[in-house]
């Protein structure tokens, strides 16, 4: 890999990281400490761009940590669990 797709990389890990944060901190509020660590940590892009859709798409949060914290070949990002609407849905069946 030339010094310059390297560096290149390094700015898309950077932007994805900056955008999966922001993404967090807009739909489940303060992101904690280890959450951003964890997130900073990561090297691939591939997997940051799959974090991106699980958390626009996790019904909450507890989801979103588990597919943080899942193995880099996870990829089920599919059924109620990764439907926005499916807390508001279960909000207001119990009110």
């Known amino acids: 890999m030339s010094s310059q797709h390297a560096h290149q990389e390094e700015i898309w ?3 994805d990281r900056e955008d999966l944060l922001a993404l967090l901190q807009i739909r489940f509020g303060d992101v ?7 997130i900073n940590r990561i090297q ?14 996790a019904a909450d949060w507890p989801i979103f940590v588990e597919e943080l914290y899942a193995d880099d070949e996870s990829f089920k990002l599919v059924g109620e669990r990764f439907s926005p609407l499916a807390q508001h849905e279960r909000d207001d069946r119990n009110e």
């Open 32 to 38: 904690p400490e280890e959450v951003v660590v964890a």
């Open 44 to 57: 691939k892009i591939d997997r940051l761009e799959r974090l991106i859709l699980a958390g626009a798409n």
């Open 13 to 15: 890990l950077a932007n």
